[in-house]
């Protein structure tokens, strides 16, 4: 910026966007989880992408872009990786959280816009809480799969059994058991963990 008093010029002022406080070390645990390629999308110019690139220490910087230019890096990689997740708080990252695998939205600073289009809203405006949701969202995919075994595996057994003798009413007590079972089993979800490294 350059500031200028009437005529007279006064100075130049450099201003850049810094990183959030908590986004290295957040980088470190997401790391840590499995995640191999992090990616800034930023509508600073590429130098100021690359300099906070290099800070947190992600991958890659794509600086200069407007959001349709997130959109088009968004399909891209979802296109060779067949799947994305997007943080963004924006306005301007709402469309590429739309084409995502998985739009994630900083709750407490993000936009309405991009709250509505996200498929997970993080309500706390702090990214540290972004590994703890990715690790209760992958106990929440294996305890779906443990379930689903659990129910299924019990329908497969109910059908035939009763086809060959078992009683209708032991049956429903194996079916309502199998029941209990599923939702103890996803109640163990309320004391998820992150685990530190």
Do not use: C, W
């Not at 989880?33 to 794509?62: F, P, T, Y």
């Not at 079916?175 to 963990?193: C, D, I, M, P, Q």
């Amino acid at each position: 910026m350059v500031v200028r008093q009437g005529d007279r010029y006064l100075g130049v002022l450099g201003l850049m966007d810094t990183a959030r406080p908590a986004a290295k070390a957040v980088i470190q645990r997401l790391r840590t989880l499995g995640i191999k390629r992090m990616i800034m999308l930023s509508g600073d110019n590429q130098s100021v992408a690359d300099a906070i690139a290099k800070e947190l220490g992600l991958d890659e910087a794509k600086g200069g872009l407007m959001p349709e230019d997130k959109v088009e890096v968004i399909k891209a990689i979802k296109a060779q990786a067949g799947k994305i997740a997007m943080v963004g708080d924006g306005v301007n990252d709402a469309p590429a959280m739309a084409n995502a695998t998985v739009g994630i939205a900083m709750g407490a600073a993000g936009s309405d816009v991009a709250l509505e289009t996200a498929d997970v809203a993080l309500m706390a405006d702090d990214l540290s809480h972004l590994p703890f949701a990715v690790g209760l969202s992958r106990r929440t995919s294996g305890i779906i799969k443990q379930n689903l075994f659990v129910s299924l595996g019990m329908v497969a057994f109910l059908i035939p059994a009763t086809l060959f003798g078992l009683k209708i009413g032991a049956a429903v007590i194996f079916h309502e058991g199998s029941t209990l079972l599923v939702v103890g089993n996803a109640l163990r979800l309320l004391a998820f963990k992150e685990k530190t490294v």
